[in-house]
T-cell receptor, first 112, second 112 residues
Framework: QKEVEQNSGPLSVPEGAIASLNCTYS??????FFWYRQYSGKSPELIMF????GDKEDGRFTAQLNKASQYVSLLIRDSQPSDSATYLC????????????FGIGTKLQVIP | DTEVTQTPKHLVMGMTNKKSLKCEQH?????MYWYKQKAKKPPELMFV???????INESVPSRFSPECPNSSLLNLHLHALQPEDSALYLC???????????FGNGTRLTVT
């Protein structure tokens, strides 16, 4: 079983729609979860982090965490063409060694 | 502008060369990371330094040698690399366990 699983996509949504990106992880002890956006040829950029079960909203972005199901998701409302990028799910491994493992990433395409 | 600075932006080296990648941060972060990223793949962890001590080495070949001279600087010394080592090398820093990573812009390395 992979440590972090994401659908590589591409996920295509029309402009203005909600994009839903999903991630499952294997380390049941993970406590910290990060979402990064990466444009082609650029470095990853942090867009959200979440530590507690439930929802966390920041502007057009909502992160959702369910530790019992080992599932974390990212919703992007009112999707814009500029949101077209690869979204990387990154839980921090338990064990106290600050190891952050990335999923393969979901490529999002927002169609104007 | 990124708060983690990596130099050089691009590097071309032969298999017999010795070169170094440099990373600097002034955010007071105590953990620093090296990741390697190949095209269409997620970042892959190489090394983690915590409080200037090496805490994680992900079984990286000895032709890659990390160094953390102080809490703000991180180097990656390269020697006798192979063409398959060509990749984007990313440096990141964080406040520590549970905190998100902040990435530099990366060094695009080509080994000829």
């Amino acid at each position: 079983q992979k440590e972090v699983e994401q659908n590589s996509g591409p996920l295509s949504v029309p402009e203005g729609a909600i994009a839903s990106l999903n991630c499952t992880y294997s380390d049941r002890g993970s406590q910290s979860f990060f979402w990064y956006r990466q444009y082609s040829g650029k470095s990853p950029e942090l867009i959200m982090f979440i530590y507690s079960n439930g929802d966390k909203e920041d502007g057009r972005f909502t992160a959702q965490l369910n530790k019992a199901s080992q599932y974390v998701s990212l919703l992007i409302r009112d999707s814009q063409p500029s949101d077209s990028a690869t979204y990387l799910c990154a839980p921090e491994n338990s064990g106290g060694y600050q190891k952050v493992t990335f999923g393969i990433g979901t490529k999002l395409q927002v169609i104007p | 502008d990124t708060e983690v600075t990596q130099t050089p932006k691009h590097l071309v080296m032969g298999m017999t060369n010795k070169k170094s990648l440099k990373c600097e941060q002034h955010m007071g972060h105590r953990a620093m990371y090296w990741y390697k990223q190949k095209a269409k793949k997620p970042p892959e962890l190489m090394f983690v330094y915590s409080y200037e001590k090496l805490s994680i080495n992900e079984s990286v070949p000895s032709r890659f040698s990390p160094e953390c001279p102080n809490s703000s600087l991180l180097n990656l010394h390269l020697h006798a690399l192979q063409p398959e080592d060509s990749a984007l090398y990313l440096c990141a820093s964080s406040q520590g366990h549970g905190s998100p990573l902040h990435f530099g812009n990366g060094t695009r390395l080509t080994v000829t």
